[in-house]
């Protein structure tokens, strides 16, 4: 059975996809995109009945604009050429089918890519979390910390973007409204500030502790130095810490937001995404992209402006929240 219709029996049956994720929060955020993408793809349907040279024309523009990446639906497309030919499928409609298998496929590439965290063995989990300014990190941190608080677990809050006006204020709010552990001071040393800051959380029983740091690109060897020094004082106080290194990036800055993916890499070691914003655009297809343009795994999605519309990210989850529609139709 392909992967089309297992999510269809799941429509039908309307069983939930093996997954902590509520589909509804997908199927809501990902309306943006599912409106048009799957709305152009139906109308492709309606406008080719046979699979056609300029059909495929069509459908590379639908894809490229979805943000899905040019290397991407490249890729992509000859698969499904491939596909088309060995399966001798000339319906268009059932090349819809073909479509989502694909997709699926290309996102998950064989690989056990994990959108699970890496938890510590003993003693707090550190999370680190890196980006560029205005994407959304400091909000993201609380949410993930409102999360593991709903868990019953215990969360601290290190701030060490401390050279940014209100920054470290902006995080000791948040804070407190997640009733969340804090440490932070302002215009001093970030490194100083995680190394007391890990102590406290050590000393405090903290199940997770995440750390804000500065976002600024401008000077990427400066940022590579303050991070590399960042992780050898975590390292020193909690061994294998960080456990994970979260990249937050905005969905709506759609291909900009892969090249700072591509910036980050090259200056840390980043174990995930976080994609915020993915219900403020239409194009949702910029989750394949980063996984095809970085080979990193995303992590969580930000679906909405609660706290809870912050999910762990399952593949299935998001192609079923994109595809709904079609497979009700079929």
Same mark, same amino acid.
């Given at each position: ?17 093996p ?47 979805? @943000? !899905? ?11 499904? =050429?491939? =596909? ?14 073909? !479509?989502? @298998?694909?997709?699926? !496929? ?5 690989? /056990?890519? /994990? ?9 707090p $989990? ?8 205005g ?9 993930? #910390? ?15 973007? $401390?050279? =940014?006006?209100?920054?470290? #204020? ?12 804090? &440490? ?5 040393? +970030? /490194?100083?500030?995680? &190394? ?5 959380? *050590?000393?405090?029983?903290? @199940? ?7 976002? =600024? ?15 050898k004082?975590?390292? *020193?106080?909690?061994?294998?810490? +960080? ?8 969905? $709506? ?11 980050f890499?090259? %200056? ?7 994609l915020t914003?993915?219900?403020?655009? #239409? ?6 992209? !980063?996984?095809? /343009? ?11 402006? *609660?706290?809870? @519309?912050?999910? $762990? ?5 998001? %192609?079923?929240?994109?595809? *709904? ?6």
């Open positions: 059975m392909g992967f089309f219709d297992k999510l269809k029996k799941m429509v039908s049956k309307k069983e939930t996809v997954s902590e994720n509520n589909l509804e929060i997908y199927e809501k955020g990902l309306e943006k995109t599912r409106e048009e993408f799957v709305s152009k793809l139906s109308l492709l349907g309606v406008k080719y009945t046979k699979v056609s040279e300029e059909y495929f024309e069509e459908l590379e523009q639908i894809l490229i604009m979805a @943000d !899905i990446g040019i290397h991407t639906v490249m890729e992509f497309l000859d698969r499904l =050429r491939a =596909r088309v030919k060995k399966e001798n499928i000339t319906d268009t409609k059932y090349l819809n089918e073909v !479509i989502v @298998d694909e997709l699926f !496929i290309i996102y998950v590439n064989n690989e /056990s890519l /994990s959108d699970k965290i890496h938890e510590a063995s003993e003693g $989990t550190v999370i680190l979390m890196v980006g560029v300014n994407v959304g990190k400091t909000t993201t941190i609380a949410k993930l #910390a409102h999360k593991y608080i709903l868990e019953g677990k215990k969360v601290m809050m290190i701030a060490a973007d $401390t050279f =940014r006006a209100g920054a470290v #204020a902006q995080l000791e709010e948040w804070a407190n409204k997640t009733n969340s552990l804090f &440490y932070g001071k302002e215009n001093t040393d +970030p /490194s100083g500030v995680i &190394y007391d800051g890990l102590e406290e959380a *050590k000393k405090s029983g903290v @199940d997770y502790v995440f750390i804000d740091t500065a976002g =600024r690109l401008q000077n990427k060897v400066n940022l590579m130095k303050e991070l590399e020094k960042m992780n004082v975590i390292g *020193k106080i909690i061994p294998d810490a +960080p456990h994970e290194t979260l990249l937050v990036i905005d969905a $709506t800055t759609g291909q900009n937001g892969i090249l700072q993916a591509k910036a890499q090259e %200056i840390t070691n980043i174990t995930g995404i976080v914003k993915l219900d403020g655009t #239409a194009k949702g297809g910029i989750v394949l992209a !980063i996984k095809e /343009s970085v080979g990193i795994p995303v992590k969580f999605i930000g679906l909405g402006e *609660k706290m809870e @519309d912050l999910q $762990t990210f399952d593949i299935e989850s998001y %192609i079923y929240g994109l595809f *709904k529609e079609m497979m009700e139709h079929e």
